[in-house]
């Protein structure tokens, strides 16, 4: 799934499918049977102050301001190296205000030679040892542009 302005390539199983998105980003969704979210993925174009430098701290920061409360940041880490770029990722957790769900996410801020991006990829919170693997899995295959 590439973004439209050409910064990143997300990487999804083939179980996921197309999520509802903010315009310029782009979102797939593995449900359960009944509709329920098992795991998230999205990609957007970098929009704020974010940098490398400040993502760990941005990120919780950004959580605290949304939909969410009590975000703790779990582990953190630099200079990664991306396909076609570098990054810094914060893996975190936080409880939504509206329906009072934990979810677990690792949120990366990944720069390419065409922009910066950031990649979200979630689960339940409960259910991260099952799906963890998988949402690692399209943290490694993402794409800076």
Known sequence: ?????????????????PAESDPGSVSAAVSSPTGEPRIYFNAT????SE?????????I??????????PTKIAERSGMAFLGGTGSC??????????????REMACLVAGSKGSSVLIVAAPADSWPLYGPVLEHAVDAYRAG
């Open 1 to 17: 799934m590439d973004l439209p302005d050409g910064t990143g390539v997300l990487s999804v199983p083939a179980d996921a499918s």
């Open 45 to 48: 174009p970098r929009q704020g």
């Open 51 to 59: 940098s490398l430098d400040n993502w760990s701290t941005f990120r």
């Open 61 to 70: 920061d950004h959580l605290a301001d949304e939909n969410s409360s009590s």
């Open 90 to 103: 914060v893996e975190d957790s936080y409880v939504t205000r509206v329906g009072n769900n934990q979810y």
